[in-house]
């Protein structure tokens, strides 16, 4: 039978696959709409089958909160080139994913990619857009995030993005920006000391000591001069006891608490592709 512009035109709406890989497509399926749908996803596994030894380093991180403000998720999306990153519709595409996953809530990666998008599960949506596109795609990363406040931030070019989650409800929106900024810049390794975990702390007690010791300090004192520069780890390392970068003058804690009396931050995710 005659394949027409509009066969084609409704195949690729649905598939997001290339005019040419279309036409193709319906003509194997000598017409059949269905059959051809089936021809193209699995053109696209093969594809994403091939190459799936490649390395996916490019893509875009994403992150969106509820309507609420209560719950945010953040996702990372993996492609081969910068390129494809840019493309509107690969960030329309990954913005879906996070749709689902704010709307959601899944326990974890693979929770997420067992979710239906489009009536099928999104790791298999995925490995179809990798036949669309060409390129190797990776749903590398997904974190979520609960608080009485969430805000997320999305760094220009959506390699960067980060969600912060606070102790009160309905705070300022531009203070809530300001320490999502925050983290996004200065790259805190918790939220506060008491949040640091074990390992890192004896690391950088014992990086103290061995630094005391050559600088020839006595060894009584090797324990008190590590804690000192455990205590300015804590102020340069952790979210609340950073300076904040708008004002050095105070600490991200002080502004906080400056802002609206008790206010902190209790979590925050943080992703990059740089």
Do not use: W
């Not at 969106?64 to 081969?80: F, H, M, Q, S």
């Amino acid at each position: 039978m005659a394949i027409t512009a509009a066969d084609v035109s409704k195949l690729r709406k649905s598939t997001g696959a290339g005019m040419m890989d279309c036409k193709k497509a319906l003509t194997e399926a000598e017409g059949d709409f269905d059959k051809a749908v089936d021809i193209i996803r699995k053109k696209g596994q093969a594809i994403a089958n091939k190459r799936a030894d490649r390395e996916a380093t490019e893509g875009v991180v994403l992150a969106k909160v509820t309507a609420d403000k209560k719950r945010g998720a953040l996702i990372v999306l993996n492609c081969e080139t910068d390129f494809v990153a840019k493309n509107e519709s690969y960030v329309d595409f990954a913005m879906s994913i996070l749709d689902l996953a704010v709307a959601e809530n899944p326990a974890d990666l693979e929770a997420l990619k067992a979710l239906e998008l489009n009536g099928r599960p999104v790791s298999e949506v995925v490995a179809e857009q990798s036949g669309v596109i060409g390129e190797k795609l990776d749903l590398a990363a997904y974190e979520a995030l609960s608080a009485e406040s969430v805000i997320a931030y999305i760094h220009a070019g959506n390699k960067l993005a980060t969600l912060v989650g606070f102790n009160q409800e309905g705070i300022d929106e531009q203070v809530a920006k300001d320490v999502a900024m925050q983290t996004a810049a200065m790259a805190p390794v918790a939220v506060d000391a008491d949040s640091v975990p074990a390992d890192i702390k004896a690391k950088e007690l014992e990086i103290g000591k061995e630094k005391a010791r050559e600088e020839g300090k006595p060894e009584a004192m090797l324990e008190k001069i590590a804690m000192g520069r455990l205590n300015k780890f804590f102020k340069e390392s952790t979210l609340m006891e950073q300076a904040f970068v708008k004002d050095n003058k105070m600490s991200i804690k002080q502004y906080l608490d400056g802002a609206s009396k008790g206010l902190k931050a209790v979590d925050f995710k943080r992703y990059t592709l740089s």
